[in-house]
């Protein structure tokens, strides 16, 4: 079982950038799929963006498109979500998430097998 550590969360004005971090131990980062979803109280859990085993293919929700940048560093073990032009709606709690065995980077919660236990990413106007 692969573990999951979010990391780079914290309180930034509206307009800034944000680049959080997902960093796997227990096992290569190469064999998941990694998505990063959100979730404010109250609400689901919102995907966000994905990105294959090697990196060749991404998704990312029409609703961050052209502000969000998903990569991938498997020799560091690490998935980036670069965030740019963070608006307050953007405040939320981030989650990567590990999937094994999909030949696509699905968009569904049920979809993923491991969590993080998230970082804190607010926005303020």
């Known amino acids: 079982q692969v573990q999951l550590v979010e990391s780079g969360g914290r309180r930034v004005q509206a307009g800034g950038s944000l680049r959080l971090s997902c960093t796997a131990s227990?096992?290569?980062?190469?064999?998941?799929?990694i998505g990063w979803f959100r979730q404010v109280p109250g609400k689901d859990r919102e995907f966000i963006a994905g990105?294959?085993?090697?990196?060749?293919?991404?998704r990312h929700a029409d609703s961050v498109k052209g502000r969000i940048t998903i990569s991938r560093d498997n020799a560091k073990n690490t998935v980036y979500l670069q965030m740019n032009s963070l608006k307050s709606e953007d405040t939320a709690v981030y989650y990567c998430a590990g999937q094994s065995g999909a030949l696509d980077v699905p968009g569904e919660v049920a979809a993923y097998d491991v969590w993080g236990q998230g970082t804190q990413v607010t926005v303020s106007s």
């Open positions: 990105i294959s085993y090697r990196g060749a293919m991404t």
């Open positions: 227990g096992r290569t980062l190469s064999s998941y799929i």
